[in-house]
């Protein structure tokens, strides 16, 4: 079954809301990113939180690390009608294990932000 | 800063044609990913690349083959195309397997 299953699978805002995303996943990581992507475009990396981080800041996102619960949350403040997109988590496996080399995606979250 | 740049953004094939997906990494890094991306879906991963060497499989039909070249661009190579085959197909690269993976623009194919 999927590695870095995400939800809510869409989640509808208004500009100035907080928006919250989860991830969860199944294996041993080396680290977790998060990405955005504009409808039918490219992936633009976010963030990456290495397994012996907790929290990481960039910005307006904030992510956290469970590695304990294999899970992961992505908070982005104050939105703007602009950050609405899909994002999506991926997981690097760690060093020597069968995921090792490749980023595995979750399902994806479609945010939508309301002017 | 450079990208990793992919061409052709659009490629429009028909059934049973091949097509050739070329990936230009970042400069340095040593790592490429290709990724295929239906419809709705998440990106599903389908081969990688260290220093020129291939890593890691995953989803990739033996109708398709990748390589990477000496100047570490990546070409995918898809045969005897399908009409499932529509989809984009993201290049990515990083600086080892284990530093953040920097995604092209994709390439959207289109099998009719």
């Known amino acids: 079954s999927q590695q870095g299953e995400e939800d809510p699978q869409a989640l509808s805002i208004q500009e100035g809301e907080n928006a919250t995303m989860n991830c969860s996943y199944k294996t041993s990581i080396n680290n977790l990113q998060w990405y955005r992507q504009n409808s039918g475009r490219g992936l633009v990396h976010l963030i990456l939180i290495r397994s012996n981080e907790r929290e990481k800041h960039s910005g307006r996102l904030r992510v956290t690390l469970d590695t304990s619960k294999k899970s992961s949350s992505l908070l982005i403040t104050a939105s703007r009608a602009a950050d609405t997109a899909s994002y999506f988590c991926a997981t690097a496996g760690e060093l020597g294990g069968t995921s090792y080399g490749k980023l595995t995606f979750g399902q994806g979250t479609i945010l939508t932000v309301h002017p | 800063a450079a990208g990793v740049i992919q061409s052709p953004r659009h490629l429009i094939k028909e059934k049973r044609e091949t097509a050739t997906l070329k990936c230009y990494p970042i400069?340095?890094?040593?790592?490429v990913y290709w990724y295929q991306q239906g419809p709705g879906q998440d990106p599903q991963f389908l081969i990688s690349?260290?220093?020129?060497?291939?890593?890691d499989k995953g989803s990739i039909p033996d109708r398709f083959s990748a390589q990477q070249f000496s100047d570490y661009h990546s070409e995918l190579n898809m045969s005897s195309l399908e009409l499932g085959d529509s989809a984009l197909y993201f290049c990515?690269?990083?600086?080892?397997?284990?530093?953040?993976?920097?995604f092209g623009q994709g390439t959207r194919l289109t099998v009719v």
């Open positions: 690349f260290y220093e020129k060497m291939q890593s």
């Open positions: 990515a690269s990083s600086l080892a397997a284990v530093y953040e993976a920097f």
């Open positions: 400069p340095r890094h040593d790592t």
